[in-house]
C-alpha cells in the first residue's frame, strides 16, 4: 500500500497546480488524439518554456504520455493511470466504517446507562 500512496501523492502533487490542472483537462477534453505543444499552448495560454516544465512534470507522475512523431511530440492523457489515481480516494470509502460503529454503538450505549 505505501507504494501506492507514494505514487497517487506524486500523482495529486503533479496535477496540483492551477496551470498543471488546466493542461491535463485539455489533454482529457482531446481524447486519446491527444494534442501537440502548440495546441496546449493555444488553448491554454501558457508560455511554450513553462508548459514544457509542467509537462515533463505531469510525464514523470504517470499522468500523461508524450510519444515522439518525427519532430513532434504528441501529448495524451494516460486515462488508465488517471481513473486509478481517482478510484484510490474513493475506494477507501467506509473502510473504516466497521472500525467506528461499535465505538459508535458503544458511546451510545454508554450515555443511556448514565
Known amino acids: 500500500m ?34 501537440l505543444v502548440g495546441d496546449i499552448q493555444s488553448r491554454t495560454g501558457i508560455p511554450a518554456s513553462t508548459l514544457n516544465h509542467h509537462l515533463k512534470f505531469m510525464a514523470a507522475a504517470g499522468l500523461i504520455d508524450q510519444e515522439k512523431q518525427g519532430r513532434t511530440i504528441v501529448n495524451r492523457a494516460n486515462f488508465d493511470f488517471l481513473s486509478h489515481v481517482g478510484s484510490f480516494i474513493v475506494d477507501q470509502c467506509c473502510a473504516d ?18
Open 2 to 35: 505505501t507504494v501506492e500512496i507514494e505514487r497517487a501523492a506524486q500523482a495529486f502533487s503533479a496535477m496540483g497546480s492551477e496551470p498543471r490542472l488546466q493542461v491535463l483537462l485539455c489533454l482529457v477534453r482531446a481524447g486519446d488524439a491527444g494534442l
Open 97 to 114: 466504517a466497521c472500525l467506528t460503529e461499535p465505538s459508535l454503538a458503544a458511546a451510545s450505549k454508554e450515555k443511556s446507562n448514565v
